[in-house]
């Protein structure tokens, strides 16, 4: 199945000092292994604060600019 529109990958993890690389790289990997574009988008905020990152990519998504959303873990 080919997908012509690109996927988003969003990352988040909920403090400053915690990292994402595993999320991202996981992610990433399932992406080019499958030679599937893709955007990364990337955040660190907790669930109590607004999430910038998200609120932009939620209305891209609900623009039809990107085939599907991938996360790590809901």
Do not use: H
């Not at 991202?24 to 499958?34: E, G, M």
């Not at 990519?57 to 599907?68: C, D, R, T």
């Amino acid at each position: 199945m080919k997908i012509n529109k690109p996927i988003a990958i969003y990352v988040r993890v909920s403090k400053e000092e915690q990292s994402n690389d595993n999320q991202k790289q996981l992610l990433l990997y399932y992406a080019k292994q499958r030679g599937i574009k893709y955007k990364l988008f990337q955040e660190k905020q907790s669930t109590l604060k607004r999430r910038p990152v998200k609120e932009k990519l939620m209305k891209q998504l609900l623009s039809g600019k990107y085939s599907k959303l991938v996360v790590y873990r809901i």
